[in-house]
């Protein structure tokens, strides 16, 4: 491999002769294919006829629908059209997509995440998970580490794909004038030394004890257990949180809190928690609800949701610790803990 291969190139690699490996590449092909569209809609914007708005309904899983949702999930099922899979799921459809029970893949995706930023113009993106289809075995009722690829694509100032293929992680960026995807950055590992947390700071009264302890030993900084300062992120995209973890380093947090309807947390599970955990695994990092470890999760319903903390793994493994272990911040850090110098 080499800086500036073509993802059609790279898939063709992988795929080589094999059956399943030829599935699922000629489903990131069409993924990918899809996102260029959806980029040049985006860069449009009001020009392209996309304004921000709603369309006076909401998708599956509750969340309002925005123009643009539905025109993006309208791009990636026709870019999927030639290639042969068993079931697909969708942010945006309530039910399961059935076509080939005989074929070898199934595919889950949120078309937009982040599409309440579009009228920003803040970063989006396309997620996805490509998983085998077993005969006899309920659609995406197997844990999360039975997939096969996963990725996301961001629509930022360029437009990158993120991608693994169940070894490493490995970054494209969208060459506009050819219209394809090219190689920039080969088996991305996530930094273990960035001092970055990213969560909504206005939902402090709302999250467990345990989120709270991890933040505020963030918050005492270079006097505090973990001894350096650090600084918080919050962009309220899935996907540009990802792409700054995998090229910075640090740690996302989303996790359950007390508000109705966020008990499980907020994100979902087969199109967006899976397949980030997915990724971020394969490139070192850890993912977990807090409490386990995301991909050994199994959805029970499509559009279930899951708690998700990503990032480096010393902090993912921390706030684990915290979760599990009602005395680890007192243990650790008598200072800044519960009943500590520092109360909560």
Not at 37 to 47: N, P, R
């Amino acid at each position: 491999m080499s800086q500036g291969q073509t993802l059609s190139q790279f898939v063709d690699l992988y795929a080589g002769s094999d059956p399943l490996r030829i599935a699922v590449a000629a489903a990131v092909r069409a993924i990918a294919a899809a996102s260029i569209e959806i980029s040049e809609l985006i860069g449009q914007g009001a020009l392209g006829g996309i304004t921000g708005k709603t369309q006076g309904s909401a998708n599956a899983d509750g969340d309002v629908q925005k123009d643009l949702d539905v025109r993006a999930d309208q791009m990636v099922i026709a870019a999927l059209k030639d290639v042969p899979f068993a079931v697909l799921a969708s942010e945006e459809s309530e039910q399961l997509v059935e076509s080939d029970p005989k074929a070898l893949i199934s595919i889950a995706y949120d078309p937009l995440d982040g599409s309440s930023n579009i009228d920003t113009n803040m970063t989006v993106g396309t997620i996805f998970s490509i998983i085998p289809n077993e005969p006899g075995v309920a659609p995406f009722s197997a844990p999360g580490s039975c997939q096969l690829a996963a990725g996301f694509v961001v629509y930022g100032p360029q437009t990158s794909l993120v991608l693994t293929l169940g070894d490493g992680v490995d970054i494209f960026t969208l060459d506009r004038a050819a219209r394809t995807y090219r190689l920039i950055r080969e088996k991305v590992q996530v930094s273990p030394d960035t001092a970055e947390y990213a969560i909504n700071a206005s939902n402090h009264r709302h999250w467990e004890q345990p989120v709270r302890d991890f933040v505020d030993e963030c918050l005492a900084g270079a006097d505090g257990p973990r001894s350096k300062d650090f600084n918080m992120r919050w962009i309220g995209s899935l996907v540009a949180e990802a792409y700054r973890i995998l090229t910075r380093g640090g740690v996302f947090l989303y996790p359950a809190d007390s508000r109705p309807g966020y008990g499980e947390g907020r994100l979902r599970l087969l199109y967006e928690t899976h397949p980030m955990a997915f990724v971020m695994e394969q490139a070192g990092g850890g993912a977990s609800t807090g409490r386990e470890r995301v991909l050994d999760l199994a959805a029970s319903s499509i559009h279930q949701r899951s708690p998700l903390i990503m990032g480096s793994l010393d902090k993912v493994e921390r706030i684990e610790l915290l979760h599990n272990d009602p005395d680890a911040a007192s243990r650790t850090a008598p200072l800044f803990a519960r009943r500590g110098l520092f109360r909560v």
